[in-house]
């Protein structure tokens, strides 16, 4: 069993900076592919990071510059930098893995977090 839990949303103001966190624990052999998503009220859920397993990373414009996703194969666990937040930017925001899980053959399984709400005001 894994599981995926997000952390370090909350209120910011417009300018303002909030690094969030992505925790993966159970039996994982490693993780992948990872990707935050957001979604706002009343809008689908669109992709702002994504890093490989070898840890190369992509943005859409609308965050490139201003967001930075990094892991940490030791701690299971990856991060959202953002910077210069908007309230645009106002979400809840998922963690989106691909991790290997132990056992007798290990398999590759995609998990979801719960989501963390980032609120930014003007």
């Known amino acids: 069993q894994v599981q995926l839990v997000e952390s370090g949303g909350g209120l910011v103001q417009s300018g303002g900076s909030l690094r969030l966190s992505c925790a993966a624990s159970?039996?994982?052999?490693?993780?992948?592919?990872v990707g935050w998503y957001r979604q706002a009220p009343g809008k689908q859920r669109e992709l702002v990071a994504a890093?490989?397993?070898?840890?190369?990373?992509n943005y859409p414009d609308s965050v490139k510059g201003r967001f930075t996703i990094s892991k940490d194969n030791a701690k299971n666990t990856v991060y959202l930098q953002m910077n210069s937040l908007k309230p645009e930017d106002t979400a809840v925001y998922f963690c989106n893995a691909h991790i290997l899980v132990a056992g007798q053959l290990p398999l590759m399984y995609s998990y979801w977090g719960q989501g963390t709400q980032v609120t930014v005001s003007s």
């Open positions: 159970g039996n994982i052999v490693s993780i992948h592919d």
């Open positions: 890093i490989t397993g070898d840890h190369n990373t």
